[in-house]
């Protein structure tokens, strides 16, 4: 969190609580810059969107993050697509309401710095997807998304699909589909009852991973 917890008990102040579903859509790449969200609970996709509709995935952020702010900041449209990974409780903030209580606050250098390490987290994760085998892109994405899940069980339901996944570490479905076949013959990862995937045993994925690359 990086205004501090007295801070951002204020901010959340500053409007209502609501509960988005998982896979909605928080912040649209493109849109205008009218508000940023407080997430309270849940985890996020940072997607970047293609000139032919591919998605990249960013970044993972999870519970007692901004998002959206830096757009709001500059005055920009956003850069990013932002997706519930799970069910989210969020806190909409109108940008009027929110530059006015960084102003107040003091809080534009620090929310920067945090602006820029997390651009500079996105360069490294875009660096990963080119390079990195396709267990590795895919062991690597599971585990941001166990990272920053708002559940403290050992296991994490993904509510994306093959396809979306496959979209998002940028390799097919069918490699997808290969590198997930050793996981799921050792129950490391399930098919979820809701659709999705189950992960249950994250480290020896990410073991196996390595060991492909």
Known sequence: MVIGDKLWACLKAL?????????????????????VIVLESGSTLITLAGNCGERTLLAVRGSGELLGELA?????????????????????????????????HDLLAPLLRHAIARVRE????RLELATASVPLRL??????????????????????????????IGASRNAVVNALKPWREQDWVRTASGGGLLVRDIHSIQSHARTQA
């Not at 609580?17 to 508000?35: E, F, K, N």
């Not at 996105?122 to 994760?125: I, L, P």
């Not at 062991?139 to 396809?163: C, E």
């Open 15 to 35: 409007a209502p609580q609501c509960v988005r579903p998982a896979r909605s859509v928080l912040l649209r790449q493109g849109d205008p810059a009218t508000h």
């Open 122 to 125: 996105s360069e490294t994760v």
């Open 139 to 168: 062991a690597s994405a599971l585990s941001r998304l166990v990272d920053a899940a708002s559940s403290s069980t050992s296991d994490l339901a993904v509510r994306l699909t093959q396809t979306e996944l496959s979209q998002m």
């Open 72 to 104: 709001v900041l500059d005055s920009q449209p956003r850069t990013a697509t932002v997706i519930a990974a799970e069910s989210c409780r969020i806190r909409v903030i109108p940008a009027a309401a929110f530059l006015t209580f960084v102003e107040e």
